[in-house]
C-alpha cells in the first residue's frame, strides 16, 4: 500500500459567507500524479492554498504526511517540503533578480552558497534560461516569469508538486520542457490546468472541481 502524503477531511471553505469548497474528501498518496480542472471561479486555487495553509478551513480536517495541520506553525514543514507554484508568478517571484529568486528556496533550505550556485546553474541549463539569469524580474515577459518560477519550485527538489495552471502562457518549446521534466524528475504532484493534453501527458488521473465538491473524473 502507498503511504497517504494529503489527506482532506470533509473540508469546507467560504470567503466571508460566500461557500467554495463544501465537504471535500480527497486523498493523494506518495507517488500519484494527478489533475485538477474545473472551471474557473470553482475553487481550485483556493483548494491549494488549502493544502499549503494559506487558508484555514472553516470545518473538516487537513492532513500532511499523517499529521493534522491546524495552526500555521505545523505548516512550516508542508511549505519547506511541497513546492506550490502559485497562479500568479508575481506571487511566486520577490527578488531584484532571477537567479537571486532561483536560489532563495535552497538557502531557505539550508544549502550553502556553492550548492545554490550549482542548483541554479542546472535549473537554467534545463530550461534554457541561462540569459535570464542576470535580469530583474520587472523586465520578464509573462512566459518568462511562468518559468521563472517553475525553476524556483523545481530548485527546491520539493517532495510532492503542487501547480497551478503550469502550461498557461508558455511556449511550445517551453511547453515541451516542462513536460519532459514532469515526465522524468516528478514522482507525485497536483497539477491544476485547463489544458487538457497537457494533463494526459504528465497525469494518471484527473479529478474534478465543480459545485463545491471534488470527483474522480477521469483515469489513463
Ligand atoms: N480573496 C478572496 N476574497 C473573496 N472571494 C474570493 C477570493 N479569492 C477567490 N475568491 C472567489 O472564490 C471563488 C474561487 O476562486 P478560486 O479558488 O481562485 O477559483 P479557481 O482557481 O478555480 O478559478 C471565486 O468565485 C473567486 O472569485
Ligand atoms: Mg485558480
Same mark, same amino acid.
Given at each position: 500500500m502507498e503511504k497517504t502524503l494529503i489527506k482532506l477531511e470533509n473540508i469546507s471553505f467560504g470567503y466571508n459567507s460566500f461557500p467554495v469548497l463544501k465537504n471535500i474528501n480527497f486523498e493523494l498518496k506518495f507517488g500519484e500524479k494527478v489533475g485538477l480542472i474545473g472551471p474557473n471561479g470553482s475553487g481550485k486555487t483556493t483548494f491549494l492554498y488549502i493544502i499549503m495553509g494559506f487558508l484555514k478551513p472553516v470545518s473538516g480536517k487537513v492532513f500532511i504526511f499523517g499529521r493534522e495541520r491546524k495552526k500555521d506553525k505545523d505548516f512550516l514543514e508542508v511549505r519547506q517540503k511541497l513546492g506550490l507554484l502559485f497562479q500568479d508568478s508575481d506571487s511566486q517571484l520577490f527578488c531584484p533578480t532571477v537567479k537571486e529568486d532561483i536560489a532563495f528556496g535552497p538557502l531557505n533550505l539550508g544549502k550553502s552558497r556553492n550548492e545554490a550556485k550549482e542548483i541554479v546553474k542546472n535549473i537554467a541549463k534545463v530550461f534554457n534560461i541561462e540569459h535570464l539569469l542576470?535580469?530583474?524580474?520587472?523586465? +520578464? !515577459?509573462g512566459g518568462e516569469k511562468k518559468i521563472v518560477a517553475l525553476a524556483t519550485v523545481f530548485a527546491m527538489?520539493?517532495?510532492c508538486y503542487l501547480l497551478?495552471?503550469? !502550461? !498557461?502562457? +508558455?511556449?511550445e518549446d517551453t511547453r515541451n520542457k516542462l513536460i519532459k521534466f514532469l515526465k522524468n524528475h516528478v514522482k507525485t504532484c497536483l497539477i491544476v490546468s485547463h489544458d487538457r493534453k497537457f494533463l494526459k501527458e504528465t497525469v494518471n488521473k484527473i479529478y474534478i472541481l465543480k459545485n463545491k465538491k471534488v470527483s474522480l473524473y477521469q483515469v489513463f
Open positions: 542576470d535580469r530583474p524580474i520587472y523586465k +520578464l !515577459s527538489n520539493p517532495v497551478d495552471e503550469p !502550461s !498557461s502562457g +508558455l511556449d
